[in-house]
């Protein structure tokens, strides 16, 4: 059950979307043996899509994805498994969990050993599709299948066909696949989908067990409280990506500082911003009326002396109050904007109660009936 080789998955600066469309961008990640990170988000966050990224299926619109060692084995589970036309339990077994691969290209490699020309390249090649072969499991993997299949009430004939199985037992098979696997890393999207408890509980066993980096995505909340010892937050609205340690109960309790924390920064800016705006057009006002004051003033005074006193130190008090407006416009440019915390919505409802029954007698019955 224990992944052949440390593994590390690496993510640097990953942009993800598609069309025109940025899903999320900034994303730095690294993901070691013994850690599994769930990866949540609202449907159309780029969950599925992070995964294809980490997988190689999906190119990023920037940053790279690499694995540690360049040889790991990684195995990717996706919401809805290939079905291959005519394929029997066995075979998918074999080939889902990269047996089949590994058989092929191990054949390949010892049939060119026969060759007149092989070298040391060649067993080499040989060598190295052996290693994997036997660390995928390939050597015990028959014997295997029957116990597993056991455990999993999966109790059909191995080689019958996978599309004429029932969706629990197809769902049985797809996780025979899991646990009868041995990759170095592991990509998992809803893996519970389909599972009855007795399979969640095996799944569960099987990831916390694992000794490889796990990243997976699922929508039960108790099972991500089980198993995840980090949470990755895919906000789609802000295209941003936040990385929580901890389990995803830590992940809960830090997610609420967090937004409490950015809710409280976005009223003390926004009071400071209409504070500024209040002074500034208070200042403005009174800047206004002394001018309107100075004016009157003016053509009353007839170029008096005295008068003429009055109209400097009005003019004097008018620049004043100017470069007072002029220096809360600039705390106004300078003031860091803070956008506004998304507000959470909750989905609420009511069951009126049921209208009442209405008595009626007729000869011979007594009973009720509804109003309509």
């Known amino acids: 059950m224990t992944a052949s080789a440390s593994a590390t998955l690496h993510a640097a600066n990953i942009t993800a979307g598609h069309a025109n469309t940025i899903l999320f961008s900034g994303l730095n990640l690294t993901v070691a043996s013994g850690d599994v990170i769930g990866l949540v988000g609202p449907n159309g966050a780029g969950k599925s899509t992070l995964l294809r990224i980490l997988a190689g299926e999906?190119?990023?619109?920037?940053?790279?994805?690499?694995?540690?060692?360049?040889?790991?084995?990684?195995?990717?589970?996706?919401?809805?498994?290939?079905?291959?036309?005519?394929?029997?339990i066995r075979q998918a077994l074999?080939?889902?969990?990269?047996?089949?691969?590994?058989?092929?290209?191990?054949?390949?490699?010892?049939?060119?050993?026969?060759?007149?020309?092989?070298?040391?390249?060649?067993?080499?090649?040989?060598?190295?599709?052996?290693?994997?072969?036997?660390?995928?499991?390939?050597?015990?993997?028959?014997?295997?299948?029957?116990?597993?299949?056991?455990d999993l009430g999966l109790d059909v004939?191995?080689?019958?066909?996978?599309?004429?199985?029932?969706?629990?037992?197809?769902?049985?098979?797809?996780?025979?696949?899991?646990?009868?696997?041995?990759?170095?890393?592991?990509?998992?999207?809803?893996?519970?989908?389909?599972l009855d408890v007795a399979g969640l509980s095996h799944l569960e066993n099987f990831v916390t067990q694992l000794n490889a980096p796990v990243v997976l995505v699922s929508h039960d909340r108790e099972f991500l409280a089980r198993v995840a010892t980090g949470i990755v937050e895919i906000d789609r609205s802000l295209q941003k990506i936040t990385t929580y340690g901890g389990g995803y109960d830590a992940y809960l309790e830090e997610r609420s500082i967090r937004r409490r924390h950015a809710r409280e920064a976005y009223e003390d800016y926004a009071k400071r911003k209409a504070d500024l705006e209040a002074r500034a057009r208070m200042q403005r006002a009174w800047m206004d009326k002394g001018v309107k004051n100075a004016v009157r003033k003016a053509k009353a005074s007839h170029g008096k002396e005295k008068d003429?006193?009055?109209?400097?130190?009005?003019?004097?008090?008018?620049?004043?109050?100017?470069?007072?407006?002029?220096?809360?416009?600039?705390?106004?440019?300078?003031?860091?904007?803070?956008?506004?915390?998304?507000?959470?919505?909750?989905?609420?409802?009511?069951?009126?109660?049921?209208?009442?029954?209405?008595?009626y007698r007729r000869p011979g019955k007594t009973g009720h009936r509804p109003p309509w």
């Not at 067993?123 to 390939?138: K, P, Q, R």
């Open 94 to 150: 074999t080939r889902r969990t990269g047996v089949a691969a590994a058989t092929a290209h191990m054949n390949a490699a010892a049939e060119a050993l026969g060759n007149p020309d092989a070298d040391a390249t060649t067993s080499d090649a040989y060598s190295n599709a052996l290693e994997t072969w036997l660390n995928l499991g390939g050597a015990d993997l028959d014997e295997r299948m029957p116990s597993v299949a056991e």
């Open 58 to 88: 999906k190119h990023p619109e920037a940053g790279t994805v690499t694995r540690t060692p360049r040889h790991a084995q990684l195995g990717y589970l996706t919401q809805e498994p290939d079905a291959h036309p005519g394929e029997t």
């Open 157 to 194: 004939d191995l080689d019958r066909e996978v599309e004429s199985l029932s969706g629990g037992q197809a769902a049985r098979v797809g996780l025979a696949c899991l646990l009868l696997s041995r990759y170095d890393a592991y990509l998992l999207d809803e893996p519970t989908n389909d």
């Open 308 to 359: 003429k006193n009055i109209r400097h130190h009005n003019r004097g008090s008018s620049e004043k109050q100017a470069a007072k407006i002029k220096i809360t416009d600039k705390l106004l440019e300078r003031l860091e904007t803070v956008e506004e915390p998304r507000k959470e919505w909750q989905l609420q409802f009511s069951i009126a109660a049921a209208p009442p029954l209405w008595r």
